[in-house]
């Protein structure tokens, strides 16, 4: 048996764009969906169910020549708290940093209940991120202060 064959896999470098890295291996699909990744054009590669000392098992995305706004930072960071971005520009390292929940969610998520006024009128939402006594995150609506868990989440 030959101990030197090479026992990972090399995926592409990108040229500019960003790494979305340390997902959550379970939650990798719903973080291309939230971010209509499947709509783009720019290349995209990923990977599910890495290995990964620090969380087990991990999910990788590479999107070439884009960079995320603060509303989509703040949905990877709803769906996949333990997510790290890393900008990258002409093959370098511009910046890698830990995703982190705002104090507020403003017009990217729907209140589930149908009686809110975001939901009759229109109105822009808007929650309050709070962590229940679990340590769970939900979101409490500025407007009709019904408490969403992050199952309930819909995003716009």
Known sequence: ??????????????????????I???????????LDLESSNNP????????????????????????????????????????????ISDYEVTSKEKVVLPEFIDKIVKCFNPNCVTNVEDVETKFRVIEDHNGEMKLACHYCEKTMKKENIEFF
């Open 1 to 22: 048996m030959d101990n030197n064959k090479r026992k990972e896999l090399k995926v592409s470098a990108i040229r500019n764009g960003t790494v979305i890295d340390h």
């Open 24 to 34: 959550p291996s379970d939650k990798s699909f719903q973080v291309i969906k939230i």
């Open 44 to 87: 995209i590669y990923f990977g599910t169910a890495f290995e990964s000392k620090k969380y087990g098992k991990k999910g990788i995305i590479k999107i070439s020549n884009k960079y995320f706004k603060d509303e989509e930072i703040s949905k990877i960071a709803m769906v996949a708290p333990s997510a790290t971005l890393i900008e």
